[in-house]
């Protein structure tokens, strides 16, 4: 079924930058959509951004959208999200998902136990 | 305030049914996006229960079922157990907004 082991999450001030990575194990990396996902603590979902399996196609929220870079290595079966700028709101727990192997199928069948990201001064 | 609206809460005893319903708009659900659902159990990761309207992932019991009608979506869960107790989020695409989209989640109670 496969794994996502994920890494980077930390404490970082306002308007700092800070690197999620994401490791995936049991499965054909480079089949796949991957995504990531957050949630702020005790609230809801919200996804955040994703790319395709050779990084030609990518999309972001608008709540991120300039800030955040998503990447892929599929040598290494590994998804980045670079973050920049970050802001308080930014604040919540990030997940490595999986998605179906086509653009356009968009859910989320395999995450990663999630990294804690949080802004603060 | 969510695209996809869920109730905040709904309860059941033990062995009954419950239903979660997620209601969209023309944008997504109406528009003829798939929805999906997600449980997720205290303190884990969501786990996707049911993708394109009724169908379950391996490994996903039979009680969990789903279905879609109009603009709206439903999650059924039949003969409830205390392990289903947990929050469940239903998610879409919206064209308008051009995103994934989620509902607010629901937490289920078992009696």
């Known amino acids: 079924e496969g794994q996502l082991v994920q890494s980077g999450g930390d404490l970082v001030q306002p308007g700092k930058s800070l690197r999620l990575s994401c490791e995936a194990s049991?499965?054909?990396?480079?089949?796949?959509?991957f995504h990531w996902v957050r949630q702020v603590p005790g609230k809801g979902l919200e996804w955040v951004s994703g790319?395709?399996?050779?990084?030609?196609?990518?999309h972001y929220a608008d709540s991120v959208k300039g800030r955040f870079t998503i990447s892929r290595d599929n040598a290494k079966s590994s998804l980045h999200l670079q973050m920049s700028s970050l802001r308080l709101e930014d604040t919540a727990f990030y997940y490595c998902?999986?998605?179906?192997?086509?653009?356009?199928?968009?859910?989320?069948?395999?995450w990663g136990r999630g990294a804690l990201v949080t802004v603060s001064s | 305030q969510s695209v996809l609206t869920q109730p905040p809460s709904v309860s059941g005893a033990p062995g009954q049914r419950v239903t979660i319903s997620c209601t969209g708009s023309?944008?997504?659900?109406?528009?003829?996006?798939?929805v999906h659902w997600y449980q997720q159990l205290p303190g884990t990761a969501p786990k996707l229960i049911i993708y394109?309207?009724?169908n379950r992932p391996s490994g996903v019991p039979d009680r969990f079922s789903g279905s879609k009608s109009g603009t709206s979506a439903s999650l059924v869960i039949t003969g409830i157990q205390a392990e289903d107790e947990a929050d469940y989020y239903c998610?879409?695409?919206?064209?308008?907004?051009?995103?994934?989209?989620f509902g607010g989640g629901t937490r289920l109670t078992v009696l």
């Open positions: 394109a309207q009724n």
């Open positions: 023309s944008s997504n659900i109406g528009g003829g996006y798939d």
């Open positions: 998902v999986k998605g179906p192997s086509n653009w356009g199928n968009w859910y989320f069948d395999l």
């Open positions: 049991g499965f054909t990396f480079d089949d796949f959509v």
């Open positions: 790319i395709n399996w050779n990084s030609g196609r990518v």
């Open positions: 998610q879409s695409y919206d064209r308008s907004l051009s995103d994934v989209i």
